[in-house]
């Protein structure tokens, strides 16, 4: 088990399952894009129950997007790139328009609470000359990231967010630009620069969106824990390739998200699991996060 070096000093959480609540929102979505004539184009779409949810959690682990939406109608792996930026569109517009702000609430015990109380106690102390510094790391886009946090009031307790975006444009900075004389900042675009296993690869459970997360929060690995409810997010965080050799972030499994099951994610590599946001602050101020 890795160890945390006292006083904590970065917290690193998930995006979606661990501080919002997005189940709701995608089955929505993908039964929007499943019976949508221009995507689609399906005739009836899955009931939503659990075996949706393991169809759909199987689906995003073989392939990635792609492997998610091929299963819905006339979205295919060969079509999806083609698909992608128009569907993007949909998916931004979805969340603007969505009533709620779903964030993670358990027998009414809320993230954003939590999050709120470890940014108001993570202050300069005689111990730490910076603050707490808090980070999302999450695969959706930075505007769609932004604007459900925003919608919760969360955006701004934040020192730094990795997304989608992040990850594409450093897995395409060369091939762009041996062809672009500017960088583009649309993730639609550099996508076409990247092939469909680069893309697959590139996700979590790799560890690259995490390294990026250390670099911008410019902490070592045994300063910071994370906060995952997903195999892929827990492995995400495990085995971050440094210049001196490879290192393991301490993980908290939640059961509050995507993957219920905590013996599945302890075999994922999470160090401990928690089962309710309040317990987030109580390991932030047993680490040292509050001294």
Known sequence: MPTVRWPLAGVIFDLDGTLMRTQELQYDFHKYIGLHPLFGAMDAFPEKNEEFWTHYNAAYKDGGLSGLYSRYGNITAENFDQLYPAIEEEYATFIKHSAESPTINVDGDDIADAVRHIWERGGISDRRDTRVRLAVNTTKEKRNARALLERAGLWKYFDTSVTYDDVVKYAANGE??????????????????????????????????????????GLPADRVIVFEDTPAGVQSAKHIPFPHGLDDLFVIGVTWGFEKDPNVLRTAGADEIITHPSQCVDIVERLGGFS
């Open 176 to 217: 762009a630009k041996k062809h672009l004389k500017e960088f583009p900042d649309e993730v639609s675009v550099l996508r076409t620069f990247l092939s469909k296993d680069t893309l697959k690869s590139i996700e979590k459970p790799n560890a690259l969106s995490t390294l990026i997360t250390l670099y911008r929060l």
